[in-house]
């Protein structure tokens, strides 16, 4: 019987088909390398992307070339503020010649859904995408639908001062795995944009479609996710992770007089930080998107620099006392919530061991 390849010679198999995806996506979104690596090992580590940002930054451009690199299906919806949920996840319509209703699908069932402008959309609009980013299935007139695998939702919003927009409520952030911004390009990525606009020339849609083809197939990416979660991860960074959470939840219990008898090896006074609380599953969220930033490493093992890495765009939406209203948020800053948590927790000795 042919033997099930390990995790190592899976990791190294899989390197000539990261960059080769790394590289289509920057082609396309330029001068954003970081934030490109980000929405991969979001994808990978089977998360949903936020984006937040203003008009015309590329939110649109990066979840289509996602798609088109990867050769999943792709539909972008626009969330208006008179979008109903059976827009998103479809409805039933009777038949007469069959006497049985028939359903018609929304776009949530393609492999990649954009939402554009989420926050433009009412509430109960945006309720409807929970069911399908947690569970991977849509229930419509009392049944159960399973989504196509891979599954990935994107969501595009407005900074909040934007006239029109509501506010995302706290379950719904917490559905997506990361959320970061593209922000403004430099000035050698925006000539470069300036330069490719000015020499377009009158080529079909067909031969741009072409021209986008995916590099790798839909059971190569399966594959890869697959493998994402079989990284190796040592007790010291399991440790480490678990440090980062309880600081965010001491902080909590300091300000809303709950007490708590976890005791993490801090440097920092949990008074000057004013957070929400991190929850077991923003801990499994910052697990799995720091494996897969070490899958793309070339590493089949993470490291507390993957960590790292990821918790800003991981965490900080999570940690935030009140919703955004800033741009930025995949750049970390001395002030930002997630930082004075890092600071917060020694890495050699995250639980304070004796």
């Known amino acids: 019987m042919p033997q099930t390849p390990n995790i190592v010679d899976t990791v190294q198999a899989s390197q000539q088909s990261i960059t080769a995806i790394l590289n289509k996506i920057e082609s396309v979104v330029l001068g954003k390398p970081k934030e490109c690596r980000l929405a991969l090992a979001c994808l990978l580590a089977q998360g949903h992307l936020l984006i937040e940002d203003l008009p015309g930054m590329g939110k649109t451009t990066l979840a289509h070339v996602l798609a088109t690199t990867l050769g999943l299906s792709y539909q972008r919806t626009q969330f208006t503020n008179d979008l109903l949920p059976a827009d998103v996840v479809g409805f039933s319509i009777f038949d007469k010649e069959s006497n049985r209703f028939e359903l018609h699908k929304g776009p949530i069932f393609n492999q990649v859904v954009l939402a554009d402008e989420i926050n433009r959309a009412s509430p109960k609009t945006q309720s409807a995408l929970l069911e399908a980013m947690a569970e991977q299935q849509v229930s ?101 992770i678990i440090a980062l959470s309880h600081v965010s939840r001491r902080a909590y219990s300091s300000h809303s007089n709950v007490t708590h008898s976890t ?10 930080i004013n957070c929400k609380p991190l929850s077991p599953r923003a801990s499994k969220a910052l697990l799995q998107a720091a494996k897969a930033m070490a899958f793309i490493d070339n590493r089949d093992y993470v ?7 990821v918790f800003y765009v991981v ?40």
Request: proline share 6%; aromatic share 4%; net charge negative.
């Open 140 to 240: 419509i007139d009392g049944i159960t639908h399973e989504l196509p695998l891979p599954f990935f939702v994107i969501a595009t919003q407005n900074p909040l001062f934007h006239a029109g927009t509501y506010p995302l409520p706290e379950s719904q952030l917490d559905r997506f795995m990361m959320r970061l911004s593209l922000g403004f390009p430099d000035l050698k990525a925006e000539k470069k944009i300036l330069l490719n606009t000015a020499q377009r020339t009158n080529q079909t849609t067909r031969d741009n479609t072409a021209a986008n083809g995916g590099v790798i197939e839909q059971e190569e990416l399966i594959a890869m996710q697959d493998a994402v979660t079989q990284i190796n991860v040592s007790n010291d960074v399991i440790e480490y």
């Open 263 to 272: 005791q993490t090896n801090t440097q920092v006074n949990d008074a000057e």
């Open 303 to 309: 490291l507390p620099d993957d960590v790292q890495a």
């Open 315 to 354: 965490c900080q939406h999570r940690l935030e006392m009140q919703p955004s209203q800033q741009l930025g948020a995949s750049h970390i800053n001395d002030n930002s919530v997630a930082n004075q948590i890092l600071k917060s927790v020694d890495v050699l000795n995250p639980l304070g061991h004796s």
